[in-house]
């Protein structure tokens, strides 16, 4: 149960990105030079196979205007 509820968190955060990013009419190319990475690994956020890290997350919060914490697994 709890590797399931952590599962649909990392997924939720992701689809939280992929739609503060797309509302802005950002690519993931775009956003991955903002985070300094990869387009791979935005689609990976985005789809809940990798959790957001924090430095990246901070990133995120500030461009979109929210937390940190909106992206973080806790």
């Known amino acids: ?41 935005i689609s990976d956020f985005e789809c809940g196979v990798r959790t957001i890290p924090h430095e990246i997350a901070v990133i995120f919060a500030r461009r979109f205007g929210v937390e940190p914490g909106d992206f973080e697994v806790r």
């Open 1 to 41: 149960p709890y590797r399931r509820q952590r599962q649909m968190c990392i997924r939720d955060r992701g689809k939280l990105l992929k739609r503060l990013r797309t509302e802005c009419r950002m690519t993931q190319k775009e956003a991955a030079a903002i985070a300094g990475t990869t387009q791979t690994r």
